[in-house]
């Protein structure tokens, strides 16, 4: 079977990773791909957003299955797209439908369908301009910290914690009536503040079975102690330490088939993965985010994990079949350690010359914002490379990724040393 894998991250790269190693695969094509997906498939000079130039090369390669990494095009209805056009109906499409993929398009939409499920999240509003002075008034009943989200896609970035409450009204301004975050921000969902500790788990679902892949941990903060601003993921870890078989029942039972039966219940199809971003309050989960496509970095510890065919799950998924499908999970623990450009995730500079990938051993190298020319490696975005490793816990995988990232080099270079710290 032809696949074409839609994205250009450290994702999107190891899935091509573990897809190229199946038996069952035939073609292997990434759009647009980076330097590391080349390695193990055909890179595409085609945008994730470009509709007409992912159908001509779905019909030049004869490709079976689409599988969309990235959120964007999924809220743009890529899915749709297809299922719209006589000539793509049956290729099958692994990413939700437009409709479902408001899970993660609108905070607003998922917050709804949360309440209407009774899956639990935090209590909340949400506001646009025309009553941004409601806006102020609820974060004066609130408590601090005050938590601020744009309702819209802004790139993992959109969301505000703060203690002051003049502050807090200040970003609600900034968001709202000057649109900070662009059309995301166009309405904000205040939250209440929720204290725990975060973690995520992922499922893959054709809309009525669905199958558990590894959780996750991953560090979103750019600075040491998760300080600083929010980037797209510093570092993860696979499983967490703290999610035991209580909890993890307790995350089904409460969060995964809620929502998948809520799914089904307000007509929903669903074929693709679910990311549920949760946090642990007085040991129970409750739902921070949906995302309707894998996490990056966390796909970068969660995909090595899996020991079976990733296209059998595939098939399994095209043919609506995963209640009967199984899944083996590698018993040991993967960390992630990402590289980033200097300045991220503020203004950076690219194209500098990476050297330093053919040392590294015991640890795998996905690319994230890579790019060749005639003869190097460069950076060509703000995270870089992931270095992923596995251990008999996390403590021993992460020294593998730090030995590891020790030897990859390019100016500017920067990294959290302490992923892990809080476990």
Known sequence: MNVLIIGSGGREHAIAWKLAQSEKLGALFIAPGNAGTSEVGSNLNIGVSDFLGIKKAVLDHEIELVLVGPEVPLVEGIHDFFLADELLKDVTVIGPEKLAAQLEGSKEFAKEFMMRHQIPTAAY???????????FAFLEKLTPPYVLKADGLAAGKGVVILNDLQEAKDELTAMLTNEKFGKASRKVVIEEFL????MSCFILTDGKGYVNLPNAKDYKRIGEGDKGLNTGG???????????????????????????????KDGIPYKGF???????????????????????????????RIKSDLMDLFIATAKNDL?????????????????????????????????????????????????????????????????????????????????????????????????????
């Open 274 to 304: 679910i990311f549920f971003g949760l946090i642990r309050v007085n040991n129970e989960p409750m739902v921070i985010e949906y995302n309707c496509r894998m996490g990056d970095p966390e796909t970068e510890v969660v995909i090595p």
């Open 323 to 423: 209640e009967n499908a199984t899944i083996e999970i590698d018993d040991r623990s993967a960390t992630t350690v990402m590289l980033v450009s200097g300045g991220y995730p503020e203004a950076y500079e690219k194209n500098k010359e990476i050297t330093g990938i053919e040392k590294v051993n015991n640890s795998l190298v996905f690319h994230a914002g890579t790019t060749m020319n005639e003869q190097n490696l460069l950076t060509n975005g703000g995270r870089v490379i992931a270095v992923t490793s596995y251990g008999r816990d996390f403590k021993e995988a992460l020294e593998a990724s730090y030995k590891n990232v020790a030897k990859i080099q390019f100016e500017g270079k920067n990294f959290r040393t302490d992923i892990g710290f809080d476990l």
């Open 195 to 198: 204290d725990g500790i975060e």
């Open 125 to 135: 509003r949400s506001f646009t301009k025309q009553n941004v002075d409601a806006g």
């Open 234 to 264: 510093m570092g993860a870890i696979s499983p967490v330490p703290f999610a035991d078989e209580i909890y993890l029942k307790k995350i089904e039972d409460r969060v995964i088939r809620p929502t998948v039966e809520g799914l089904k």
